[in-house]
């Protein structure tokens, strides 16, 4: 059993810049690889970001958030970040870090195995 704790999400003008934080319980969080996806209001929840296990030494993102986002993991915190620069609007959602006992690339939230509880993301025009 994993339990992920996100923060770090907040109010952000366009263009700003923000950094989540996922914490996980448990002995064995560097043996899952870890995403984020999101979910703005009246739409389904999507993929944003993944990175393998154990190392992180692959990383995968959504085409919207590619050369902007950064996903990152600190095994020795039990931690996996998301680096978030140039925000825009569109980015406004709730973000929700997940675990995988798996290392395959899983767009779709259904194939994943632990959830955090989110964290709005707000960013203003």
């Known amino acids: 059993q994993v339990q992920l704790v996100e923060s770090g999400g907040g109010l952000v003008q366009a263009g700003g810049s923000l950094r989540l934080s996922c914490v996980g319980s448990g002995r064995t969080f560097s043996n899952y690889a870890m995403g984020w996806f999101r979910q703005a209001p009246g739409k389904e929840r999507e993929f944003v970001a993944h990175?393998?296990?154990?190392?992180?030494?692959?990383?995968n993102y959504a085409e919207s958030v590619k050369g902007r986002f950064t996903i990152s993991r600190d095994n020795a915190r039990n931690a996996v970040y998301l680096q978030m620069n140039s925000l825009k609007p569109e980015d406004t959602a709730v973000y929700y870090c997940?675990?995988?006992?798996?290392?395959?690339?899983?767009?779709?939230?259904?194939?994943?195995?632990?959830w955090g509880q989110g964290t709005q993301v707000t960013v203003s025009s």
């Open positions: 990175i393998s296990a154990p190392t992180g030494r692959s990383t």
């Open positions: 997940t675990a995988s006992r798996t290392n395959l690339v899983e767009l779709s939230p259904g194939n994943y195995d632990y």
